[in-house]
């Protein structure tokens, strides 16, 4: 069965730079999700988007930002990285109408220096 | 303040025994409770998930107990392989208010002993 689908897997960036995640859900769904895993941690819930519209927004800081594209494929750009941005970014995709079951992609390891 | 509490951190059992992970929420608008399967480097993976209207759910050698009134659930894991040696995470989210976004306990991580 076709996954959800997250590129690039790993990244390394300078601080200050800019850079952009991309998602490509599972076929049919309808929402998207970003998540960020430092070391160690629990996924933070970033932000979400059912139907190519913002549904829901949790600790995202304000350089960063998402959309999501008419194929329902996501971005996430992230611009001034600073070290602590260093983390797993995950993205996960349902189908509101087959009982919001998540199901994430492989993630991209993003490294900044 | 974490939403949802997950214990313990580590577990250790040794191969067909039973690791048991529990996890306490006290926001009462969650009604969706999933477990999350994750190895290093990977992403987490849905192993099986319940709604309160149910108290116990059986998947394959995955058990989900639920006990509303304590706002309390737990992960039973029956013969337990070195292969299930990976990191569990109980999340939850609140479909009935609309909001779908996971809240995650810390995880547990469990090694299974040959």
């Known amino acids: 069965a076709a996954g959800v689908i997250q590129s690039p897997r790993h990244l390394i960036k300078e601080k200050r730079e800019t850079a952009t995640l991309k998602c490509y859900p599972i076929?049919?769904?309808?929402?998207v999700y970003w998540y960020q895993q430092g070391p160690g941690q629990d996924p933070q819930f970033l932000i979400s988007f059912y139907e190519k519209m913002q549904s829901d927004k949790g600790s995202i800081p304000d350089r960063f930002s998402a959309q999501q594209f008419s194929d329902y494929h996501s971005e996430l750009n992230m611009s001034s990285l600073e070290l602590g941005d260093s983390a797993l970014y995950f993205c996960a995709s349902s189908l509101v109408r087959g009982g919001y079951e998540q199901y994430f992609g492989p993630g991209t390891r993003l490294t900044v220096t | 303040q974490q939403q949802v509490k997950q214990s313990p951190q580590s577990l250790i059992v040794q191969k067909g025994g039973i690791p048991i992970i529990n996890c306490a929420y006290e926001n009462t608008a969650f009604d969706y409770f999933p477990w999350y399967q994750q190895f290093p480097g990977k992403g987490p993976a849905l192993l099986i998930a319940i709604r309160p209207d149910v108290s116990e759910k059986k998947e394959g050698r995955f058990t989900i107990s639920f006990n509303k009134s304590a706002k309390q659930f737990s992960l039973h894991i029956m013969d337990s392989q070195p292969g299930d040696s990976a990191t569990y995470f109980c999340a939850a989210s609140s479909e009935g208010a609309g909001s779908y976004q996971l809240t995650f306990g810390k995880g547990t991580k469990l090694s299974v002993i040959p």
């Open positions: 076929p049919r769904h309808d929402t």
